[in-house]
């Protein structure tokens, strides 16, 4: 069955579907030189939600563009794009800037959003098919703002009006000990703690420690800066079993356990776990005993 005839199958095959919206593919010109827009991602707006999946397998690009393009500032890129629109949700225009467009919103349906990006994105984002036929591509990585709102989401029903007391939605502005004022990143607080949650799902070491950094140094901001003395990271952790190659999650590792240790003996309460459920367990545990 060609991509079209697939395509075509999914838009009319709707009667037992449980989610309802619209798809959008999202491109970018990588190249200003060249001029061309390519695939790089796909957004699935149902209700006041957003699912989205951007390209994070690069190997294409090199062939494409060889070293033109800087991979690293590509990855923040792909991570930027998917924090804006998962920021704004339905408020999006056409044009997110002059190198990125959505395409027009299309009627889609299925089981569940993520399997409707799944299944759009391997058929519009030809950049992300791996080079290497043989290689495992089950990995999928999981960004910071999906990894919290599934967190928020299961602290809510389990904690009720508890979890509203310490989930912050929006940066908390934060007086510093010399009377500036600062936005940090902490979506967990209270008066006595501050908590950072943290996706390390990601097969990019760098894009790992770029995380667990940004989250670090905005929880010893508050904790040098206020009352609050206890603070913890609850960080999403990939298993070998994931889809990552041997050589990917070796490398992940190393490059990870590094920084958790390090913020560990700086203070910060480390709690990790292999999936969302488990880790908003572990994180609720964790404020009703220790905050």
């Known amino acids: 069955m060609s991509n079209l005839a697939r395509l075509r199958e999914r838009l009319t095959a709707t009667d037992h579907s449980v989610v309802k919206g619209q798809w959008r593919p999202i491109s970018a010109c990588l190249d200003e030189d060249t001029g061309e827009f390519l695939n790089v991602g796909v957004m699935f707006q149902y209700g006041s939600k957003v699912e989205v999946r ?3 397998s690069f190997e294409r690009i090199k062939c494409l563009y060889g070293n033109r393009i800087d991979l690293t500032s590509l990855s923040h890129l792909m991570l930027d794009i998917e924090d804006t629109i998962r920021h704004h949700r339905n408020d999006l225009p056409s044009e997110l800037s002059d190198t990125i467009r959505l395409g027009q919103p ?9 399997s409707v990006v799944d299944e759009f994105f391997f058929d519009v984002v030809t950049l992300g098919m791996p080079v290497d036929k043989h290689r495992n591509n089950n990995f999928r990585y999981r960004s910071n703002h999906k990894v919290r709102e599934t967190l928020f989401e299961i602290m809510r029903e389990k904690m009720a009006l508890e979890a509203e007391r ?16 600062i936005d940090v990143d902490v979506p967990l607080l209270n008066d ?10 990601y097969k990019s070491p760098m894009v790992v420690e770029n995380n667990l950094l940004q989250a670090a140094s905005d929880l010893l901001l508050v904790t040098s800066n206020s009352d609050r003395k206890r603070a913890s990271m609850s960080v999403l952790m990939p298993q070998e079993s994931s889809g990552m190659t041997k050589g990917e999650f070796t490398k992940h590792q190393d490059a990870t356990r590094r920084q958790l240790d390090r913020w560990q003996r700086s203070g910060i309460d480390v709690i990790e776990a292999p999936s969302s459920d488990v880790l908003a367990n572990l994180t609720i545990d964790w404020w009703q005993k220790a905050a």
């Open 166 to 181: 310490i989930i912050c939605s929006e940066p908390y502005r934060l007086t510093l000990n010399n009377s500036a004022i």
């Open 106 to 114: 299309l009627y889609a349906a299925g089981a569940d959003a993520e």
């Open 54 to 56: 951007m390209l994070d």
């Open 192 to 201: 006595r703690a501050a908590g950072a949650v943290v996706s390390a799902w």
